[in-house]
């Protein structure tokens, strides 16, 4: 699963992946480098939620994008995702989860919790492919609405890539502080994700981040 407009991007897609519906068991994958992981969250052909008390970003790029997913008869979907780049991100009491239908088990919730024992968890060349997002609080500065996200100009964009929708949406910002975030998202990828005070937990029935 990948989203069709993410142009440029080449980064090793290996780190925390969930493999859904082997009796009971999930794959997780970690690789580790001085506490940080070059890392993805994907799960074939389902959403995931995410939480956090707060994110803090530097030079944020936003556009429309396409995720591929399946639908409750298996067959592939189209879901239209909103892409949030940022080139640094500190984010504070994070949660991901994934409820997932396991057969003759149930449910199965896996969870994640990072950043929630004072340190928070950070991120480099950071992107959430974002289904919807709810904040309680949203600061943006220096936003700039419209630009174009292949122009090299394009200087608060993280990785130089282009747009394979001419007419894609996009906007971009000097810095951006969400607060109250929760969201539901597709994919989350980044250069770089430090995940201090990490907790991984999987939970017999339905127990996601809200």
């Not at 951006?176 to 980044?190: F, I, N, S």
């Amino acid at each position: 699963m990948s989203s069709e407009v993410r142009g440029g991007t080449s980064w090793k897609r290996f780190a925390l992946l969930l493999v859904p519906g082997i009796a009971g068991t999930a794959a997780v994958g970690v690789g580790l480098a001085e506490g940080a992981l070059a890392a993805s969250f994907s799960v074939s052909g389902q959403d995931f939620k995410v939480t956090a008390d707060k994110l803090e970003g530097y030079d944020l790029i936003q556009y429309n994008g396409v995720a591929k997913g399946h639908d409750m008869d298996g067959k592939v979907s189209s879901n239209p995702v909103t892409i949030s780049g940022f080139r640094q991100a500190k984010i504070t009491n994070m949660c991901q989860s994934l409820v997932t239908p396991v057969p003759g088990l149930g449910n199965i919730t896996m969870k994640i919790h990072a950043g929630h024992k004072g340190s928070p968890a950070l991120a480099e060349n950071l992107y959430l492919d974002v289904a919807d997002l709810d904040t309680t609080s949203s600061t943006f500065k220096d936003l700039d609405i419209g630009v174009a996200v292949g122009d090299p100009s394009h200087t608060t964009k993280p990785q130089a890539g282009t747009v394979q929708n001419p007419n894609a949406f996009s906007q971009r910002a000097k810095g951006a502080v969400l607060e109250g975030v929760k969201q539901r998202a597709w994919a989350t990828t980044a250069g770089t994700f430090k995940l201090n005070n990490l907790n991984l937990q999987l939970l017999k029935g339905d127990s996601p981040c809200y």
